[in-house]
């Protein structure tokens, strides 16, 4: 099953860590930004950068996360550069999370899915056009609209992440209201996420399905592992939003149970006066195994 | 402003509805369905069929609403005929509505807005890959994922839909919950919508920040009709999903504040008994001019 694929890898890494690949070209170095005048020449320094950063990490980390947005701001140029990258990652034996949120009615859900994780069907055969480990998804519109999701991870192997407890600064305007059954949103829709996965719990006993919880927000954090103990945790928030590895300790259990994401902080680390004359590649490098040790230092 | 240029064109052409290009190769004609063997086949033959569409109701409809998910599922060469076919519909006098519901925390956001309504920043300028008129959001995480939208509607004059109350079955799982001060979670949504729309509100009364409201749900259409009379209403749920017009109508105050979107009922025409012996877009023609009867006739 896709989730003890995911765990095997993190523990043969000792890195409970996914590099997010947020790859905008703000965050090439100053010689390849220069050349992005066109979407295409965009596509093309993105997809080195991030084939390189694949290259340098792969024996590092477990699994990278890309998020689609950087990419189809760039438009057909940018989606060319996300299905490359995607497909670069995998065949390097890194798992793969596509941050794509995706949410709509059943019969569209179960378009989306056929791009990421199921099988789009041509008069010839089958294709998924850009083949992923795990997706993550946006239940607002509850049970219907995820299902489709559900069905292509049980026959084909893959997992999803559902946002549960967002990483960004208002995410308790809505999900920390308090519903009339007691509970807040973001625990009503990690109930949901419990339901969708049932079937789907592994010999680490996660289920495949799994929630979006962020490291900024330590009490709630700590609520949802307690409450919901066979739900994977997908990290953000960790680096650049502000999230510390002392609070998003709460979301693992005997070291397990969360995987936690950094994009701007490896992507843009050459950046940083620590890593002072290092090019990008080292600079990532280091920046990851610094952040492995400050992770796996608190659990 | 773009809610006031959506409201003129529904009253030249007197059509409160949107025609959804969810242009699957299910969809096409078997000849068409045929020739799809490959992803770049079946982008050729998916942007044919709506250039076709878009040239026979060009007159009668005044927008398009173009389901991302549908081009997604064809991957690069999908995205090739959603690029496509949104540029065909504005040069022909469209309005676009970008259905993609993304979502995200704020920097992301702030990417996913210059690929659909912002604009995309390259080293020999600024381009924005899929330019619509309004796309549509799920606002899950709260202001800060929704902002950076608003403000590139502000900048460029485009619009946005949030999902309120979804059209789907199980759309009452969350959104029909009573939160802690009394009210829905849809009706929260849709205050919080109202505020972030409240500078955009055009010569009709009516803002460039809107809410997606479903014609399946009569009772709940109406209450946000009432409670949150600023907001513009895209309607999906018509036809095939069920909504019928004598239940939509009260989305409507004075024969305005909404349009009515049909995709597969509009798309696949051609293929029910009342239109035999028409071609896709006679079928597709007639269908359109019967829908915009049916919902008139009930204002």
Partial sequence: MIIDALIDKIQLTGNPSVIGLDTCID??????QEVCTTLEEAGKQITKFNFDLIDTLKDVIP??????????MYGVEGM???????????????????????????????????????????????????????????????????????????????????LVKTSNPTSGELQDKIMDNGKTLYDNMATLVDGWGAELVGKYGYSSIGGVVGATHKEQAQAIRKAHPNMFFLIPGYGAQGGKAEDLAVCFENKMGGIVNSSRGILCAYRKPQYAGMDYKQAALTAAIDMKKDITRCL
Same sequence: chains 1, 2.
């Fill in 80 to 162: 060319k550069a996300f299905r490359d990258t995607i497909a670069y990652a995998r065949s390097n034996g890194l798992i793969v999370i596509a941050d794509v949120k995706r949410n709509d009615i059943g019969s569209t859900a179960a378009a989306y899915s056929k791009g990421y994780i199921g099988k789009c069907k041509l008069a010839g055969g089958e294709v998924t056009p850009y083949e992923s480990d795990f997706i993550t998804v946006n239940g607002y519109l509850g049970s219907d609209g995820i299902l489709p999701f559900v069905e292509d991870c049980k026959k084909y192997d893959k997992g999803l992440f559902a």
């Fill in 63 to 72: 699994a990278v996360k890309v998020q689609v947005a950087y990419y189809e």
């Fill in 27 to 32: 965050y090439l170095p100053q010689e390849m």
